[in-house]
């Protein structure tokens, strides 16, 4: 069993930046994929981000691609999501999830019913 734990939402202007972190409960947390996923006001949960164990694949939603950056600390049990240039359509729930999943295919990370664990979110709010 995994715990995630986000930190790191708030309220910004358009332009700001927020960094948002995701801890693993276990050492075990940090051998799984982890992703981002959004919920904004009345809509669906949505792929933002995805980083495979090792941080050496990372996936993108193509409206986030020039301005967030997943990273991962193995060491610390932690991902990060470093979002810059934030919009006010950024606005959402954030939740980290990990996947019980040994592979790196984006077809199968961007997918919300994929994934085992999920954080409790963290609010966004870009104001414009």
């Known amino acids: 069993q995994v715990q995630l734990v986000e930190a790191g939402g708030g309220l910004v202007r358009t332009g700001d930046s927020l960094r948002l972190s995701c801890v693993a409960s276990?050492?075990?947390?940090?051998?799984?994929?982890i992703s981002w996923f959004r919920q904004g006001p009345g809509k669906e949960r949505e792929f933002v981000a995805a980083i495979n164990w090792n941080d050496v694949v990372q996936y993108y939603e193509e409206a986030v691609r020039d301005r967030f950056t997943i990273s991962r600390d193995n060491s610390k049990n932690t991902v990060y999501l470093q979002m810059n240039h934030l919009k006010p359509e950024d606005t959402a729930v954030y939740y980290c999830?990990?996947?019980?999943?040994?592979?790196?295919?984006?077809?199968?990370?961007?997918?919300?019913?994929?994934?085992?664990?999920w954080g409790q979110g963290t609010q966004v709010t870009v104001s414009s």
């Open positions: 276990t050492q075990s947390g940090s051998a799984l994929p």
């Open positions: 999830a990990a996947a019980a999943y040994y592979g790196s295919s984006r077809s199968y990370l961007d997918r919300a019913d994929r994934y085992d664990y």
